[in-house]
């Protein structure tokens, strides 16, 4: 923090999660209810999140409202220990990964650790270019989806970011394409 001529360091890590309506009525993506919001209030709505601030979120998604049939479904969805598994081997490839690094996740790579680690295929590559240019991210943007799609290829226990990675992690910027 910089303020008056005095700076102040407050170490710490956190994971930040949070949430948003999609416009001010909070119904702009809702299939049964109709939005009473114009495209200008949608879009002032919005602009409240700064891209300098949603730049430095790694993930957004939308979330649809959820149906009475999906609460009350009773068919098995995969077990928490059976998720637990695969984030607990994922979080063990990041640890051997960066066991000389003084880091332990892809979060915290720098610029140097992923050009080290973030190896990918030229369809990844490809891709990837095509959403930055498309799309118009930031390069704030691309860390994040290089981080995000190394996570991806750890929990799918592959050695090199491939294209379904990318493409899920791009997936995962919805604010970015919204307007």
């Known amino acids: 923090m910089a303020r008056a001529e005095k700076n102040l360091l407050f170490p710490s890590s956190f994971m930040l999660a949070c949430a948003m ?5 909070g119904y ?6 109709a939005c009473t919001c114009n495209t200008t209030k949608i879009q002032n709505y919005m602009s409240k999140i700064s891209g300098p601030l949603l730049d430095r ?8 409202a959820v149906k009475y049939g999906e609460l009350t479904d009773l068919k098995d969805a995969e077990s928490s220990s059976a998720i637990k598994a695969r984030i607990e ?9 960066f066991k000389n690094d003084g880091i332990f996740s892809n979060a915290r790579m720098n610029t140097r650790l992923m050009k080290k680690y973030c190896a990918f295929d030229d369809k990844a590559k490809a891709l990837l270019k095509t959403a930055m240019t498309e799309l118009g991210l930031s390069a704030r943007a ?7 799609s ?6 799918a226990e592959s050695e090199i970011i491939q294209a379904g990675h990318i493409a899920e992690t791009v997936q995962y910027r919805s604010l970015d394409r919204q307007f």
């Open 28 to 33: 702009y993506t809702d299939p049964k209810k």
């Open 89 to 97: 081997k994922g979080r063990a490839i990041q640890k051997e990964r």
């Open 57 to 64: 979120i790694d993930i957004h998604v939308e979330i649809p």
């Open 142 to 148: 691309y860390d994040k989806i290089l981080k995000v």
């Open 150 to 155: 190394r996570t991806i290829a750890d929990l």
């Open 21 to 25: 309506n999609p416009c001010p009525c």
